[in-house]
């Protein structure tokens, strides 16, 4: 049997949901799942913010770009290191990002070289309309820094908080309850899934209110179908928000089990030439993935030995995020930074880490990769 990468899973109670939206007869795209499901989310995050259940993590990001009055030639400043999902919006807006790297001791955005480049931009009249930072295989990014310096200079902050639903700060704040606005995906590889879908939060009821309109194809209050500006169809299903609200009975559940899949995975595996993702103090992450790099100056084992070893065995493991400033789509963009992504892309990789895997499978994985590391060239 095949060992996935992360495959959703289901709490038992998905099905019951939407059954409800099924007797309801709520099948459109709106409905009483929807609400009960951006009601569940926003409880959760425990603030006063504004949830708006989106049909994906990037349609979230595109509708807070243009809230934040991205457009045509405006910069926009963001980690090199995501998803491709996490940078298209800038592109579909017509503005251009600018790539930073990733700091050593979290794998999150260099806030130091990020503070550099807004005082050398605030000197010479062009700082960006906003900045995007990504919370990283489940690490929340050093917000109280990038709050700061948002604050300092006047720009939106809108975090990508795609991978860390459920991680949370040790000062009370959870993820994706920072800066003007965050963006959750709801994916099936995600901690938890509606299937497909995604969420805006933000703390401005004004962006609230504007993304809902513009995800309903920003049809202007009339009896006909009258539009003064371009919209989309962009709102979650009431049929996924069901799932969704399943799944956020067991959140914390699934975050408690990837934390100790990690743990698992740190202490069976750790050796010298193997480093596994760092948490910073005052943080806790989902750990999403597992996520690993493997010295082969010191092992003797490249990534791809592993990845290649395990696909042999039908265990799905995937590299690391090939960072944005080196892929073909972006080649010239500028980046700051002294290439600590493309370290952790060159010799990084995800093992699996499906809350629903059993110890037994990764028992599988752990005595493949050790027997593999083991033999060494």
């Known amino acids: 049997m095949r060992i996935y990468l992360s495959r959703p899973h289901m709490s038992g109670q998905e099905e019951l949901r939407v059954a409800e939206a099924f007797a309801s007869n709520f099948i459109a795209p709106l409905g009483p799942q929807l609400d009960a499901f951006e009601a569940s989310v926003r409880s959760y995050l425990g603030q006063d913010l504004h949830c708006v259940g989106l049909s994906s993590g990037s349609a979230a990001l595109h509708l807070a770009l243009r809230m934040a009055g991205v457009g045509t030639g405006d910069e926009v400043w ?10 298209f919006p800038v592109n579909y807006l017509g503005a251009h990002p600018r790539f930073f790297d990733l700091s050593a001791a979290s794998w ?82 995600k901690i938890i899934t509606t299937s497909g879908g995604g969420m805006l939060v933000t703390r401005h009821k004004a962006w609230a209110d504007e993304a809902r309109f513009l995800a309903t194809q920003a049809r202007d209050p009339a009896p006909h179908y009258e539009h003064s500006t371009v919209g989309y169809n962009y709102r979650l299903s009431n049929i996924c928000a069901a799932i969704g609200l399943g799944q956020m009975e067991v959140l914390d559940a699934r975050v408690a089990r990837r934390r100790e899949i ?21 943080r806790h992450s989902t750990r999403w993935l597992t996520a690993l790099i493997i010295d082969p100056e010191v092992t003797g084992v490249t990534r791809e030995d592993i990845r290649l070893m395990l ?28 290439g600590v992504d493309e370290g952790l892309f060159a010799h990084g990789l995800c093992l699996p ?25």
């Open 78 to 87: 963001i980690s090199s290191m995501t998803f491709a999902g996490g940078i």
């Open 353 to 377: 880490s499906g809350s629903d895997m059993s110890d037994a499978q990764q028992d599988e994985v752990i005595d493949r990769v050790t027997a593999r590391l083991d033999q060494g060239r």
């Open 108 to 189: 999150t955005i260099d806030t130091d070289i990020l503070a550099e480049e807004l005082a050398k931009a605030a000197k010479e009249n062009r700082l960006p309309k906003a900045i995007v930072p990504t919370d990283l295989y489940g690490q929340s990014v050093d917000l109280d820094p990038l709050e700061a310096l948002a604050a300092q200079y006047g720009v939106r902050l809108i975090l990508d908080s795609a991978e860390s639903l459920g991680a949370a700060y040790l000062d009370g704040r959870k993820a994706g309850t920072g800066g003007d606005a965050a963006i959750l995906s709801f994916n099936g590889n």
């Open 262 to 282: 990690f743990a698992r995975y740190q202490s069976a595996l750790s050796r010298p030439g193997l480093t596994f993702m760092p948490e910073p103090d005052g």
């Open 311 to 338: 696909l042999e065995h039908q265990i799905e493991s995937r590299p690391l995020w090939k960072p944005m400033h080196i892929q073909p789509l972006y080649a010239g963009a500028p980046y700051h930074g002294s």
